[in-house]
């Protein structure tokens, strides 16, 4: 198993290289501490029997998100999620060249989060997955619900006066950790793929994972029509000219 840890992030190093930019590396870095902090305090709430508490380990992956957003970019840019990046691309919000290179910056940035907790609590054996409780329907539908709203969220205060662009890091942080209160004593409130499949890799618990490769993209994706129906015009509105202000700084 270690040898395909090792294969897996030196394949999606190679890519991620191969096409290197400061808004990819901006991205990993924000995926990174994202994985970093959010499955550090469930391993560490773990070690400590508890401590952290699930409200506290609900509030470090909202606080970590929220922290991403102000430290690099806006909202549109501070992409630490492949399911929210496929939402953009389909809202007409990101350019069809630049979904790839986003999407494995945020995988290789999780990864190397999760390979850095392995090496640090070598003897815990999940590292923080995502693992469903009840039933696998169960999870899946929550997950979808879930990155629904998630992405719901996002679009609309990625848009709009820019009162609500400068409140946009509360919103989604906000969102994240209500969603990760309720839901993640059922389903780990993922809502993101990365998040979900590299302590997955790095633990080899993979049996489930693909509901967190799957219910979140089909939930965000979802969103976008929905988004459209209830705010018309005023939500996700192309990017025209190479016009380029979502993204990359």
Not at 61 to 76: D, K
Not at 111 to 129: C, V, Y
Request: charged residues 10%; neutral net charge; hydrophobic residues 55%.
């Amino acid at each position: 198993m270690q040898l395909v840890q090792v294969i897996v992030l030196l394949l999606f190093s190679f890519f991620w290289l191969n096409n290197s930019s400061i808004c990819k590396f901006r991205l990993l870095s924000a995926s990174f501490f994202l994985v970093f902090a959010g499955t550090g305090a469930i391993i560490i709430n773990d070690l400590t029997g508890g401590q952290i508490t699930h409200m506290g380990i609900a509030l470090t992956f909202g606080l970590v998100v929220m922290a991403m957003i102000y430290s690099v970019g806006n909202v549109s840019v501070a992409h630490l999620n492949p399911a929210v990046t496929l939402g953009f691309l389909m809202s007409g919000r990101l350019e069809k060249q630049e979904a790839l290179p986003f999407i494995l910056s945020q995988f290789l940035g999780a990864i190397l989060a999760s390979l850095i907790l392995r090496f640090m609590f070598l003897n815990h054996p999940t590292l923080g997955i995502t693992v469903p409780i009840g039933s696998m329907y169960q999870a899946f539908s929550l997950e979808i619900i879930l990155s629904f709203l998630l992405m719901f969220v996002v679009l609309n205060v990625s848009t709009g006066a820019k009162e609500k662009g400068i409140m946009a890091g509360v919103a989604v942080g906000s969102t994240i950790a209500l969603e990760a209160l309720f839901a993640g004593p059922i389903t780990g409130a993922s809502m993101n793929p990365a998040r979900s499949l590299a302590p997955a890799l790095m633990s080899g618990n993979v049996q489930q994972v693909w509901i967190y490769l799957i219910a979140p993209v089909l939930g965000a994706l979802a969103a976008c029509p929905f988004c459209r129906l209830i705010q018309g015009k005023e939500c996700c509105p192309p990017i025209e000219n190479g016009d380029k202000l979502t993204y990359p700084l």
